[in-house]
């Protein structure tokens, strides 16, 4: 059975920086496109970042030049690397694994609030 | 940039009872890259339909998905007490629309 399991959320402070990641079973990692998506307080999902299996990347507008996704095969781990944090940054992020035409799994999803 | 607008915002229906929601994209997608998504609060999304119209593994037949171009329709035949949350359509496994929220009436 496929599972993604998020971890490294917190409170982080304006400017900051944090390190999600996603831990993922019964699947190889770089097989799948595999996805980073948030939801702010009180928002809808909103997508942040995907990279492809072939391993390129691509990010929403909000979050380009400051978050950065990368995975590691040998560890089943997917990351999101983010800095510069703003407030509107603060959201449950989830990771999520599929395809082009659809995100078939989710982890449960990880909090993080940037603030002073 | 797609964007998908979704409507209505909110629906408020009783059990038993039949949704249609609409999700419209601002220029032609294709059907392969349009799948539907259920969240509840505190749990994670869940995959309902994707290319428009196939039902993901487990998922009841009372939901059923159509549409080309840019409108598409999640449909709900029968509404189960389980059923009410809010609904994502999303394209290319990037955009996402707004949400509709289906409340009990």
């Known amino acids: 059975e496929e599972q993604l399991v998020e971890s490294g959320g917190g409170l982080v402070q304006p400017g900051g920086s944090l390190r999600l990641s996603c831990a993922v079973s019964?699947?190889?990692?770089?097989?799948?496109?595999m996805s980073w998506v948030r939801q702010a307080p009180g928002k809808g999902l909103e997508w942040v970042s995907i990279i492809y299996s072939l391993g390129d990347t691509h990010y929403a507008a909000s979050v380009k030049g400051r978050f950065t996704i990368s995975r590691d095969d040998s560890k089943s781990m997917l990351y999101l690397q983010m800095s510069n944090l703003r407030a509107e940054d603060t959201a449950v992020y989830y990771c999520a694994r599929g395809d082009l035409t659809m995100m078939q799994d989710w982890g449960q999803g990880t909090l993080v609030t940037v603030s002073s | 940039e797609i964007v998908l607008t979704q409507s209505p915002g909110t629906l408020s229906l009783s059990p038993g009872e039949r949704a249609t929601l609409s999700c419209r994209a601002s220029?032609?997608?294709?059907?392969?890259?349009v799948a539907w998504y259920q969240h509840k609060p505190g749990q994670a999304p869940r995959l309902l339909i994707y290319s428009a119209s196939h039902r993901a593994t487990g998922i009841p037949d009372r939901f059923s998905g159509s549409g080309s171009g840019t409108d598409f329709t999640l449909t709900i035949s029968r509404l189960e007490p389980e059923d009410f949350a809010v609904y994502y359509c999303q394209e290319h496994s990037s955009s996402f629309g707004q949400g509709t929220k289906l409340e009990i009436k």
């Open positions: 019964g699947f190889i990692v770089s097989s799948k496109y």
């Open positions: 220029q032609s997608v294709s059907s392969s890259y």
